[in-house]
């Protein structure tokens, strides 16, 4: 809410849009940081924080490292397999580019909501393995990824086939080239993204398990590998 309020005041008052609009994200993750640490100061408990007692602890820092590094690269797995493509899509012309990009913002609604139940599952049988309760880890897992394969497919068709009408409020209705590249796409990407949200779920399902570096390699091999 406050990028956007902001994206919106800034972009009148400034006259370069593009730093507006940088202005407008860093200052609102800049807020929403102070608001969660300043509500994790007001708790009470064992996880409520205290500024004064921070200290700098080796084991944490390495725990840390071993699931942040492998996340960062799953992180990074999507934007540099498109730049695998990029210089061939763009070969195509501005339509392509057009076309392609608009694609991509359709692909991201759906991924938002397979990449919630990726972490769900994360979530979910991390505290079961850690309460020994093997029962709810494999309910956890069936259910995560029985509803998230099932919820991207659908998602997947039903943006397919209303995609002339998505693409041509990103792209306008009149660029019809723009609009064929981008229902190009959207015939392979979005009618077999189920297969995403299943790699996706599992992987997450590896990391609850402690192995997060054998869910990067995964995602390498099947990303990266296969384009």
Known sequence: VINVVLNVILCIILTEKV?????????SNVISAALALLRLCNFDGEYR??????RFNTNSFILIMKYGI???????????SNVQISSAINSFGVDAIAGNSAAISMQSINMA?????????LTFMGQNIGAQNKERVRKTLRICLLTGVLLSASIGVAMYLSGRVW???????S????I????ARMKFINILIFI?????????AIQAYGYPFFSSISSIIFTLGFR
């Open 19 to 27: 730093a507006a609009v940088a202005i407008a994200t860093v200052c």
């Open 196 to 204: 995403f949200a299943s790699n996706n779920i599992l992987s997450h």
């Open 175 to 178: 660029a019809e080239a723009a």
């Open 180 to 183: 064929e590249y981008g229902m």
């Open 113 to 121: 909501f397979h990449s919630s139940f990726g972490i769900s599952t």
């Open 70 to 80: 492998p996340t960062a690269i799953n992180n990074l797995i999507i934007p540099v």
């Open 167 to 173: 693409l041509g409020l990103i792209v306008g209705k």
């Open 49 to 54: 924080v205290s500024i004064k007692k921070l």
